[in-house]
């Protein structure tokens, strides 16, 4: 190459390294400044030619001793260190930044280190990026794991109700059982005492008195019996139909005035819809006769387009907050979720209470 090519070759490379928007800078082995560009320069608060000839300790002694060790150590192991991070405040401008430094070892003919090479870039921006990604990644995966935390729970949530309709379910099939056992058995044994009884007091007049007593019981007994045999299972819902066997049930209620309205009623009323009106009338009345201090209660029940309408209404005390997820509210409204019904209760203090539930009927109705 001839020489003013080779001149023109420096030339362009002097001025890159000088102009360049990342800091070059060049350091010997006594850790003295022998090359420094223009942008390097002014991110240490002074000109070039303040730099050349003297050391990292003397120019930026607030950062040297860590600059310093790295130098070294590149001298010493002749290993390059890429990306090496560094936080600083410089003279160029207040606040810290990120710089990292890229140093590399300068290996003469002979093999020994005689200086490193210094690559400087500002990376305060990338690394508030980084850091605002890392927070942002870190808010996504918990948003995911609150997510799948709300799945799960609705999969729980799910397996509790379905696990509340079997557990109905079954405890309506052992009701039935039960109160058939004392329907068909208990109540027809007391009935037979009470015969027997009066037969005794018929062939002996003279027992008549003492047995007259027992008797009595027997009959008061059956007649008990028979009363919570229809309470455990009220098969008269199928013989005599939901509007008949809830009047009975609010006829029935002994000390408590019930006045019972109904209006619009279908003809045709699901078994599932039928009893699920009965038990949470029966569950609504009950509450009301032990919790309300009222003298009685209102109950209508009236057919609506596609379903039909129970309410109970007394003039008491009103629920107390407290006990608002109490075991027999909970139970009247997972009924009505069994069969894609709504139950509401209203309630406020000294204003009484109203417990409203709306059910389909005539259509196909989820299984528990």
Not at 27 to 45: C, K, P, S
Not at 175 to 190: A, C, F, N, T, V
Not at 336 to 360: F, H, M, Y
Request: charged fraction near 25%.
């Amino acid at each position: 190459m001839n020489e003013p090519v080779k001149h023109a070759s420096q030339q362009t490379l002097r001025h890159a390294y000088d102009e360049a928007a990342v800091g070059l800078c060049y350091f010997d082995r006594d850790l003295r400044y022998r090359h420094i560009n223009r942008w390097l320069a002014q991110l240490n608060g002074l000109p070039v030619e303040k730099h050349l000839g003297r050391t990292v300790h003397e120019v930026i002694p607030d950062v040297a001793a860590g600059i310093a060790a790295q130098l070294r150590q590149v001298m010493e192991t002749n290993t390059p260190i890429i990306e090496g991070m560094v936080e600083a405040e410089t003279p160029a401008g207040p606040g810290v930044r990120t710089f990292m430094h890229n140093y590399l070892p300068v290996v003469a003919d002979s093999g020994q280190v005689i200086g490193v090479t210094c690559l400087v870039q500002d990376v305060t921006a990338r690394r508030q990026a980084e850091v605002r990604l890392k927070a942002r990644t870190a808010e996504l995966e918990q948003a995911n794991r609150d997510l799948q935390l709300a799945l799960d729970n609705i999969e729980t949530l799910e397996g509790l109700r379905g696990f509340s309709g079997r557990l109905i379910n079954a405890q309506e099939a052992e009701r039935r059982k039960i109160g058939r056992e004392l329907h068909d058995d208990l109540s027809q044994r007391m009935a037979l005492l009470s015969i027997q009884l009066d037969l005794l007091a018929r062939d002996h007049p003279e027992l008549a008195d003492a047995v007259t007593p027992p008797q009595s019981t027997a009959l008061e007994v059956a007649t008990r019996i028979h009363e919570i045999a229809h309470e455990l299972h009220p098969s008269r819902l199928r013989t005599l139909g939901l509007v008949s066997t809830l009047g009975s049930l609010c006829r029935d209620l002994i000390g408590f005035d019930v006045s019972y309205e109904v209006s619009r009623m279908p003809k045709q009323i699901p078994d599932d819809v039928s009893l699920c009106v009965y038990r949470v009338a029966q569950e609504a009345l009950r509450n009301a006769m032990r919790h309300s201090d009222a003298d009685g209660a209102v109950v209508t029940l009236d057919g609506m387009p596609g379903g039909v309408r129970l309410t109970v209404r007394d003039e008491g005390c009103g629920i107390p907050r407290a006990n608002t997820g109490g075991l027999g509210l909970v139970s009247m409204q997972e009924r009505a979720r069994l069969i894609e019904g709504t139950l509401s209760i209203r309630s406020a203090p000294d204003q009484g209470t109203q417990v409203t539930l709306e059910l389909p009927y005539g259509q196909e109705t989820r299984p528990a």
